[in-house]
């Protein structure tokens, strides 16, 4: 029997690779540290019958119509804009993504960044390297306390949840707003559903964790950011294209919000020349929400079960 041709859009580990090479004929952009360039992957696809592929990927129509055999498309990561999903759907290709492996460690980053961004960390670490430190003084890198705060979290879905869990170690209130309840949390954690409108009036930190979709696009902008608190801390892990970053910049520079704390931009990677990244008042991160070895080799676990479930079990294990 013909094994099916396997698409890897990054170097992954040889472990893994040797793992499944007995089940899948295997082939592979070769490098860790650099996407597959766009007419690689325009050639390469037409021969595939599976795609591991990564965020860094679009996915789109163009590519899907080169696509003459290809069956399933196996995303690392739990969001999938990357993907034209509507587009596979119409030509049969089952797209999965990675879901539930990577919540934990997702919500401790996110919680890092929140904690950074209102302690300073990043600015303080810079001020040591700086050889700015010449004596203590008592408003020295001050920032704003976590502990027994509002946290407004937009987006309650498993991460949200678990950033609520840890929000309730610090005593903090939680707001929350989602296209659906989560009784779970209401229960659990005492979370309040609320409306957009009142979550950014009321909350000291606005944590956004909503996929990128339609709905989406651009929520957190002028008007949004107007209504938030003079003190309130945005903190961004889910997708950039969920902020208007002219809009963010505006309110950042004017003081209209206190601070942003944000792990991914509307356009990836960001430079060091961005507005963004030259304010003190920001921390910025290269999108490493689920970064941990741990989880990364447990979402790449689990793309290959997804494709040896399609092509040898009982189907895709998270199809979406
Ligand atoms: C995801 O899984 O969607 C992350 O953003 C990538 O780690």
């Not at 766009?38 to 795609?51: F, H, K, S, T």
């Not at 460690?105 to 010449?134: C, G, H, K, P």
């Not at 956004?208 to 003190?231: C, G, I, Y």
């Not at 704390?261 to 929400?289: A, M, Q, W, Y």
Request: charged share 25%.
């Amino acid at each position: 029997m013909t094994k099916p041709i396997l698409y890897i859009t990054r170097k992954v580990p040889d472990q893994i690779v040797k793992k499944i090479t007995s089940n899948f004929d295997v082939r592979m952009w070769e490098y860790e540290d650099q996407p597959v360039p766009r007419n690689v992957l325009l050639q390469e696809v037409r021969n595939a019958d599976g795609i591991l592929c990564l965020i860094s990927e679009q996915i789109d129509k163009e590519i899907l119509d080169q696509a003459k055999r290809l069956k399933i498309i196996s995303n690392m990561a739990v969001g999938y804009d990357n993907i034209d999903v509507l587009a596979a759907r119409e030509k049969g290709i089952v797209v999965t993504n990675t879901p539930d492996v990577l919540t934990e460690t997702t919500a401790d980053l996110t919680f890092a960044l929140l904690m950074a961004t209102a302690r300073r960390l990043v600015e303080a670490s810079d001020y040591i390297r700086n050889d700015q430190w010449t004596n203590w003084s008592p408003y020295l890198l001050a920032g704003s306390d976590i502990h027994r705060k509002t946290i407004g979290i937009v987006g309650m879905g498993r991460i949200g949840h678990a950033v609520a869990k840890r929000a309730k170690g610090f005593d903090m209130s939680i707001l929350y707003h989602n296209r659906n309840r989560n009784r779970n949390a209401e229960v659990e954690l005492q979370a309040e559903y609320t409306d957009f409108e009142s979550l950014l009036r009321n909350a000291d930190f606005v944590v956004s964790l909503v996929p990128h979709t339609l709905e989406t696009d651009q929520l957190f902008n002028k008007e949004a950011f107007a209504k938030m608190k003079s003190s309130a801390i945005f903190i961004n892990a889910s997708r950039g294209k969920v902020v208007d970053e002219d809009a963010l910049l505006h309110a950042l520079h004017t003081k209209e919000i206190k601070a942003a704390g944000l792990d991914v931009f509307s356009t990836e990677p960001i430079r060091r020349d961005h507005s963004l990244v030259k304010l003190d008042n920001v921390v910025c991160l290269p999108h490493i929400g689920s970064a941990s070895v741990e989880t990364r080799t447990r979402m790449l676990q689990l793309c290959i079960e997804n494709l040896e479930g399609y092509f040898f079990g009982k189907g895709p294990k998270t199809p979406v």
